[in-house]
């Protein structure tokens, strides 16, 4: 079997007004430069992850990586070329299965710190402070991501303007420190409003501004769900009564939306219906259809659930909320957080000093993220509304609300809610 050099590119976060220090250029330019000193010239292929993060939980978007692995454990990768250590693995685990499926089959990984220690045969120490650099590349990770919540959280009860801005807008400090989304004349909404009411439609409002050459807001070409988005945020009465409901709803435009489950294991499709009789019209009327059940005839019938089916049940489900006053974190939880980062650092030396295999540095690592993610969800759970108010309150935020208790909600094969997985701590939950 013929194995290939690889080159593995990528970098966290990437958009056309954060290009970061090391483009994609520079980065393929110094692998490709690691690759040739060993002699490769042309025949070297490229894993590309770009724009995603290293983060164990993002794990399932990094599908080149994921593919790089697959290739090593075939014997079809002759040696893996990196910009550096981070751009590969950012915790244990990650170095772990990058090792492994190296030693297997012995492919040298090679970057610019220099080639990573693999096998037998390898220097323990070096083996080991490479094992310590993914320790503390995840803890830096984690400390990262603590601080954009921080951050996040500050701006948040600042009463800034969150997220990127949309077309039209641009960010803008205020007198009183706010930074809030303020008209960008850069991105006039005018001609997008024109072209709409000239087309009638949102593709061909799209088109319209492609030839007329308008750039959107990253430089790329209108589509209609982009025209979509606009026209309704902005001239939502231009949108015609019959297409009161987008045909695609967007997150959180139904009580539960992104929520139910079906026994089959897909998530269910929000659904709108009228009727119309000669005594006139009735509706709207939601409900939730699963697609698996209707383009597959094996699909057990029902495959759809009217909302008021769920929303009796959801309501007694959604009660069982409560944050005990004694639990509510602080000083004991942060003591405790403070404590078990300083484990995770302590891991890398007990491997260095032979006190723990890497193994078993691993299943304790585990551990130490479990616990730091159980702590993470009572912070989070704090700042949940406990109760709904299922009359008043808008659908959106309803559905925010309750996106942020269940991770999903299970129903049976007679389409009727049979379980909620929760994503707050389960002993809040009565």
């Not at 250029?25 to 490769?40: F, K, M, N, Y």
């Not at 026994?263 to 939730?288: D, E, I, N, W």
């Amino acid at each position: 079997m013929n194995a290939h050099p690889a080159a593995y590119l990528r970098r966290s976060y990437v958009d056309p007004e954060s290009p970061g220090d090391i483009s994609r250029e520079s980065q393929r330019a110094t692998v490709r430069r690691l690759a040739t000193a060993d002699g490769h010239n042309g025949d070297l292929v490229e894993y590309d992850d770009w724009g995603v993060s290293a983060d164990v939980a993002k794990s399932a978007k990094r599908t080149a990586y994921t593919q790089l692995l697959s290739d090593m454990e075939a014997g079809t990768v002759s040696a893996v070329y990196a910009f550096d250590v981070d751009r590969l693995y950012r915790d244990p685990r990650d170095l772990i299965r990058l090792q492994d499926a190296a030693q297997r089959h012995q492919v040298r990984v090679v970057t610019t710190s220099g080639e990573l220690p693999i096998g037998d045969g390898a220097d323990p120490t070096a083996e080991a402070f490479a094992f310590i650099g993914a320790v503390f590349g995840g803890t830096e990770l984690k400390k990262a991501k603590k601080r954009a919540r921080a951050a996040r959280d500050a701006r948040r009860a600042r009463g800034d303007s969150l997220g990127r801005p949309p077309y039209g807008y641009r960010l803008e400090r205020q007198s009183d420190g706010r930074v809030k989304f303020v008209s960008d004349h850069a991105e006039p909404i005018e001609p997008v409003l024109a072209a709409f009411e000239e087309a009638g439609s949102f593709a061909g409002a799209a088109r319209l501004l492609n030839d007329r050459r308008i750039p959107t807001k990253r430089g790329k070409r209108w589509a209609g769900n982009v025209v979509n988005r606009l026209i309704r945020r902005e001239r939502p009465g231009m949108v015609p009564r019959g297409r009161s409901e987008p045909r695609v709803a967007p997150r959180g435009t139904h009580t539960f939306s992104r929520l139910l489950r079906c026994h089959c294991g897909r998530l269910m499709t929000p659904r709108v219906t009228r009727h119309t009789t000669k005594y006139g019209s009735y509706g709207p009327y939601v409900g939730y259809q699963c697609y698996n059940g209707r383009h597959d005839p094996e699909h057990s019938r029902p495959y759809m659930v009217n909302e008021p089916a769920v929303t009796d049940w959801a309501k007694v489900e959604a009660a069982r909320f409560r944050v005990p006053v004694d639990q509510i974190p602080g000083t004991v939880n942060d003591d405790r957080r403070r404590q078990l980062e300083a484990q995770r650092e302590d891991l890398g030396w007990a491997v260095v000093n032979r006190l723990l295999t890497r193994e078993g540095a691993k299943a304790k690592a585990d551990a130490i993220d479990a616990e730091l993610a159980s702590l993470d969800a009572a912070a989070e759970a704090v700042e949940v509304p406990q109760q709904i108010d299922w009359d008043r309150w808008r659908t959106a935020d309803v559905n925010a609300v309750l996106r942020t208790y269940w991770k999903y909600v299970e129903l049976d094969r007679d389409m009727r809610p049979v379980r909620a997985e929760w994503r707050l701590p389960a002993e809040w939950i009565a």
